[in-house]
């Protein structure tokens, strides 16, 4: 069975222009044809009329924590939430998520294999996950969470549902972190190489793992056909992070212009992550975040525009991503909506669609509306470019197809 979309306009997640009046073929999973208006015939399809409507390639979060759903506070009992409430909100956010017209994910620490499996079987609703499993992280380093006095490392480890770190010192626990990741599904690495803003004994400022602990991190990843990206914040640990081979930074909060270039040159990606910056501050409590976030975020919001700014400039390939975390993840698009008043709302949305897809290195199955690529796609009412603001409103979000099945649909 065939989908013909007719009549859209079209933004294609590459091209620097809207395409009017424009009608998309769906055969099976795959784009099959892309045509002006009125020439498409296809006796068994299913049409849907978007004159009105703007069609967009499926959005792509590339910093998601679907499954960081639990109380992060050092203070908070990790024994009072079952595995089974962790599963419930976990499977809610998946479907918010897609709702909202995120149809890939890129999981930057948390969920593993398993999710992916659930969300394939039909079981869950959700969007094409690309897990990253436990982040691997020094002992003292961002994301070793638990009080600095509690004898273990009291955080939650389900494997086949999350694990949100995994502490690693030396070179052979990374590597052996590593393979474990991947047997259980990841399809690319996460390290934290800086403090972070969710940190009970760092500083931003602060460099983490060194870099033969990072190269054997690469190693393992490059084995694999893969990547590492950082969670970075500084620029020392940009900079350590290109010298042992990582593909990606995310964040890069006090990136200056120096380093900017030094990763152009390198063709190290960075993955700026805005709204998590802006909502932190407000929304702490609900994500399950300890207060003492509210200090160490300040500043934050100003410095990645900077960062941004200065990534766009010296010609960084650039993503998206939300870093959202806790329950009920509603605010995704909104990483778009920040990032369009920085650069505009066309370069945020090409961030992320076509920019994701090739930080993740699926720019042959996704990242955009274009002959032989899975289909998805979505359509929002109105014209994005002139109200961006509608990527943060998920009922503005009308269709959603996730390979040639359509997910979402207001319009009937
Ligand atoms: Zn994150």
Redesign the pocket.
């Known amino acids: 069975m065939s989908i013909v979309l007719r009549d859209a306009a079209i933004i294609d997640g590459v091209s620097d222009r809207a395409r009017p009046r424009t009608s998309v073929v769906i055969e099976r999973d795959t784009i099959a044809e892309i045509t002006g208006s009125g020439s498409i015939r296809r006796d068994d399809a299913q049409v849907i009329d978007l004159s009105g409507f703007t069609l967009l390639p499926g959005l792509i979060d590339a ?1 998601a ?1 679907l499954g ?1 759903v639990y109380d992060f506070s050092a203070e908070g009992d990790p024994g009072s939430v079952s595995a089974a409430q962790i599963a419930g909100w976990t499977f809610e956010n998946c479907e918010l998520c897609l709702d909202a017209g995120f149809t890939t994910v890129r999981d ?2 948390g969920v593993d294999g398993g999710l992916v499996r659930a969300i394939e079987s039909g079981a869950v609703r959700g969007p094409r996950v690309f897990p990253s499993a436990a982040a691997i992280v020094q002992t003292g380093g961002h994301g070793n969470i638990s009080g600095p006095f509690c004898e273990a490392n009291h955080f939650f480890a389900l494997p086949g549902l999350v694990q949100m770190i995994a502490i690693c010192d030396g070179p052979d626990a990374v590597r052996k972190q590593a393979r474990l990741n991947f047997r259980r599904g990841a399809t690319q690495l996460k390290a934290f190489v800086s403090g ?1 803003v969710v940190s009970t004994t760092d500083r931003l400022e602060d460099t983490q793992l060194t870099i033969d602990e990072l190269r054997a991190a690469v190693e393992e990843a490059a084995a694999r056909d893969t990547y590492v990206s950082g ?1 970075a914040h500084n620029v020392r640990s940009i900079r350590n992070g290109i010298e042992a081979g990582l593909a990606c930074f ?2 890069g909060t006090m990136l200056d212009e120096a380093t900017a270039k030094q990763m152009a040159k390198a063709g190290a990606a960075l993955d700026p ?1 805005i709204a ?1 910056c802006h909502l932190m501050a407000t929304e702490w409590k609900q994500w399950g975040l300890p207060e003492s976030v509210v200090p160490r975020v300040a500043g934050c919001e100003a410095m990645m525009g900077d960062a941004v700014r200065m990534a766009e400039k010296a010609g960084v390939l650039m993503g998206s ?1 939300s ?1 959202l ?1 806790g329950r009920r993840q509603n605010r995704r698009g909104l990483e778009i909506v920040l990032k369009g008043k920085l650069i505009s709302p066309m370069r945020a949305i090409q961030c992320a669609t076509m920019g994701n897809a090739r930080i993740m290195r699926q720019e042959e199955r996704l990242g955009s509306i274009e002959a032989g690529k899975l289909a998805d796609v979505i359509a929002v009412k109105g014209d994005p470019l002139e109200e961006p603001e509608l990527f943060d409103d998920p009922s503005r979000i009308v269709l959603v197809i996730k390979g040639g099945r359509i997910e979402k649909n207001t319009l009937v």
């Open positions: 910093h924590h960081l930057m620490c972070g969670h995310e964040h992550t998590v991503g870093d975390l």
